[in-house]
């Protein structure tokens, strides 16, 4: 793509900024009346006028446009295979409470105090029962956050799509 730069230099006699009046007496510059020496750069793109926007902008989005947005014309709710999908905010919470779960088992295990009193430590079921939820509950909390982004960028393309940009 070409551009094209036009560089001027124009004098603003009227143009005042407040700041500007209240340091003047303290500098001892120009006295207010001076014309203004300002330097203007345009950048315009070849083959268009200045004013236009380079990126697409869809239909319904233009000034004066009489389609209504994508998501008032679908009524707003997902239709097919996507309706019963779970929200990507689900699976977050579901991950981080089961990794809450699994780190707080190391804890548990580490000082040999158990939290809620159901199984002792003293119990031949307390190391097996602290491993499994160390063990399964890590991966999943992972899995579940990479479900979650998944589902996350999915909804988002959707969105996208709906509105136009892809």
Known sequence: MAAAISTSVCSCPKVRRPEA??????????????PRRRLQTALAAAGKPP???EEQVPAWA??????P???ER???AARGPDAAQVPFYAYLLASAITAIAAIGSIFEYTNQRPVF?????DSALYAPLLGFFVF?????????????????NREAEEQDRRDGFL
């Not at 007496?25 to 009346?33: A, E, Y």
């Not at 233009?62 to 389609?67: F, H, L, N, S, Y």
């Open 117 to 121: 009193g159901i199984v002792g430590s």
């Open 136 to 152: 399964t509950g890590i991966p999943t909390s992972a899995f579940l956050w990479f479900k979650a982004v998944q589902t996350a």
């Open 69 to 71: 947005p994508p998501w």
């Open 62 to 67: 233009r000034p004066g446009a009489d389609e």
């Open 51 to 53: 004013g236009e926007a």
């Open 74 to 76: 679908e009524g707003g």
């Open 21 to 34: 009046r209240l340091a003047r007496p303290l500098l001892g510059t120009r006295p207010l009346s001076s």
